[in-house]
């Protein structure tokens, strides 16, 4: 069992070391890539994001934000609903007043939040590495944000 495992070792070892040239010329071109970059178009963000609360921000990846935006809607409208139940209008006006603040908070800083996800993206690499730590080999891909 134990000679089984350092032989897998030394094959993986063989084959990192095998790979270390191919990696090393792709760290050297990781910039000239020529995938394409993933694109977020403002508009859409805008359009998603009036269409639903939080839409835009669900498109363009800010999950957290899109979930405030969200809850926040979701909230406003469910005060306003109680309130009217209870016949108390001035509550139930701030109640939707408040959910369409929060909502047009959203679909207004949609189109933002799509150029800030493209410009994260473009200053993004992927490159590849190989190390060696604790008697390991380490092979694998890396992002770098400058």
Do not use: C
């Amino acid at each position: 069992m134990v000679s089984a495992a350092v032989t897998i070792r030394k094959v993986l070892l063989a084959v990192g070391l095998s790979l270390a040239p191919a990696i090393a010329r792709a760290q050297q071109t990781a910039t000239a890539s020529t995938t394409p970059i993933p694109y977020k178009d403002p508009q859409v963000a805008t359009v998603v994001g009036f269409l639903v609360p939080g839409g835009g921000q669900f498109y363009t990846e800010r999950y957290g934000k899109a979930a405030g935006v969200f809850a926040g809607t979701l909230a406003g409208v469910a005060i306003a609903v109680n309130a009217g139940h209870s016949d108390n209008t001035s509550v139930e006006t701030i109640g939707y007043v408040g959910a369409g603040l929060v909502w047009a908070y959203g679909w207004l800083t949609a189109a933002n939040d799509a150029r800030m996800f493209d410009a994260q993206r473009i200053h993004t690499t992927a490159v590849p590495f190989i190390s060696r730590r604790n008697q390991r080999l380490i092979i694998g891909i890396t992002r770098s944000v400058p």
